[in-house]
């Protein structure tokens, strides 16, 4: 059974970094792709960045510059999403999943950007 698994999350001020980690196990196949995506307050779910190994990465451009995803050398279930130079309106739940045809969320991490 799929699962994904999001955390990392916290508070903190404009400004500063931040890395959030997901894990997803239970897939039959080896991952290639996977996306971040981000529930802002009040707004629904979207996707801010995906990437494919061997392939071509997207960020959104509120996060293009800043945020960088990237995949742990000794487990390939493992992303990662670093954060930079965060700003309030980065503030939402971040979630993981596939990059394409999401499905099965997790429960996500929260990211709070104080001013």
């Known amino acids: 059974q799929v699962r994904l698994v999001e955390s990392g999350g916290g508070l903190v001020q404009a400004g500063?970094?931040?890395?959030?980690?997901?894990?997803?196990?239970?897939?039959?196949?080896?991952?290639?792709?996977?996306?971040?995506?981000?529930?802002?307050?009040?707004a629904q779910r979207e996707k801010i960045a995906h990437i494919v190994i061997g392939g071509n990465s997207m960020y959104i451009n509120s996060v293009k510059g800043r945020f960088t995803i990237s995949r742990d050398n000794a487990n390939e279930n493992k992303?990662?999403?670093?954060?930079?130079?965060?700003?309030?309106?980065?503030?939402?739940?971040?979630?993981?999943?596939?990059?394409?045809d999401p499905s099965g969320w997790g429960q996500g991490t929260q990211v709070t950007v104080s001013s």
């Open 79 to 100: 992303w990662y999403l670093h954060m930079t130079n965060l700003k309030p309106d980065d503030t939402g739940v971040y979630f993981c999943n596939r990059a394409f």
């Open 16 to 42: 500063e970094s931040l890395t959030l980690s997901c894990i997803m196990s239970g897939y039959i196949f080896r991952i290639r792709d996977m996306g971040w995506y981000r529930q802002a307050p009040g």
